[in-house]
Nanobody, 114 residues
Framework: VQLVESGGGLVQSGASLRLSCATS????????MGWYRQAPENERELVAT???????NYADSVKGRFTISRDNAKNTLYMQKNRLKPEDTAVYYC?????????WGQGTQVFVSS
């Protein structure tokens, strides 16, 4: 199983980024997919999830700015991040969960300068 995130980087406040998570080794369409993040000295926190049926859940801090989406044909998860803020600086992780199975990617760093 592999989950490989990409799209992170250094941007200024107010900019946009699109993260991708390419997966292999899982039946992607079955899984609830999600993005989590971890800032220095903080615990990992939920950013957004999208179920196999298309239901979404967002952290209050990103509602209206971030959009999670998935392409089941490409086995890929995305997150469009708009109006980025310095407090969005973190390592962003892709997560795949289905029944008792759970998988994580290695993370991609996002740094938002003020």
């Amino acid at each position: 199983v592999q989950l490989v995130e990409s799209g992170g980087g250094l941007v200024q406040s107010g900019a946009s980024l699109r993260l991708s998570c390419a997966t292999s080794g899982i039946i992607f369409r079955f899984y609830t997919m999600g993005w989590y993040r971890q800032a220095p000295e903080n615990e990992r926190e939920l950013v957004a999830t999208r179920t196999s049926g298309g239901s979404t859940n967002y952290a209050d801090s990103v509602k209206g700015r971030f959009t999670i989406s998935r392409d089941n044909a490409k086995n890929t998860l995305y997150m469009q991040k708009n109006r980025l803020k310095p407090e969005d600086t973190a390592v962003y992780y892709c997560n795949a969960a289905w029944e008792k199975a759970e998988h994580w990617g290695q993370g991609t760093q996002v740094f938002v300068s003020s």
